[in-house]
């Protein structure tokens, strides 16, 4: 019996020398530093009757369009009850800025107003949160683990260089047209590119005239 007792407290004090590692991502070899999509959207409601922008919204418009700096990866909507002319008139504004108008309209505070449209500007923004980060000495590191900075380099310069931080989300699909001479042309001048070596070595004259 004394024999059983003296196995069964070893057994407990084993037990609670265990120790269970939970998710520990630092101990990865992928970034826990990535890049985080941070979209707002900014709303202008404009005046419209009949069918069209009321005279002197459409110069409202690009004056806000102008104000917000308007260009590649923001995305236009227009939520409104009219479907003909009025957005016809906010493209053609949108044109201007090389921008399209897409189907559609994300959720806005506010109820759209009758005799009035609401035009929605959608803007993604990259950031890589909680970088730099040096809170952890590099030694000791008993647990092998990447250090707290690892990756806010790479996916920082990767966050502000990405034209449209949306393709950093889903991607972007090709196109129908595929121009093969195009996406062979870098491929051709390597191939085709004489070896270096064929011109002999360069003489090189450290002497001065």
């Known amino acids: 019996m004394a024999s059983k007792s003296a196995l069964l407290l070893v057994a407990a004090a084993l037990g609670g020398c265990s120790h269970t590692v939970g998710d520990v991502p630092e101990r990865g070899l992928a970034a826990v530093n990535v890049p985080v999509i941070v979209r707002a959207d900014y709303v202008f409601d404009a005046a419209a009757s009949g069918d069209r922008l009321a005279p002197g919204e459409a110069s409202r418009l690009d004056n806000w369009f102008r104000g917000l700096g308007l260009g590649y990866g923001d995305t236009i909507y227009v939520d409104s009850a009219y479907s003909g002319g009025a957005v016809a008139d906010v493209a053609r504004v949108a044109s201007n800025y090389g921008m399209m108008v897409t189907p559609g309209a994300p959720v806005t505070a506010g109820a759209v107003q ?3 449209l609401r035009v929605v500007v959608s803007r993604n923004r990259a950031e890589v949160p909680n970088c730099p980060n040096w809170s952890t000495p590099s030694q000791p590191n008993f647990e092998n683990r990447t250090m707290p900075n690892f990756g806010c380099s790479v996916n920082g310069n990767l966050a ?15 196109g129908a047209v595929v121009d093969v001479m195009t996406a062979t042309k870098a491929v051709g001048t390597y191939r085709n590119a004489q070896p270096t070596g064929t011109k002999g070595l360069q003489t090189i004259d450290t002497k001065k005239e």
Do not use: F, Q
Not at 160 to 174: F, I, Q, S, T
């Open 160 to 174: 502000a260089m990405v034209a449209d931080p949306e393709d950093l989300v889903h991607g972007r699909e090709g």
């Open 114 to 116: 009758p005799d009035s």
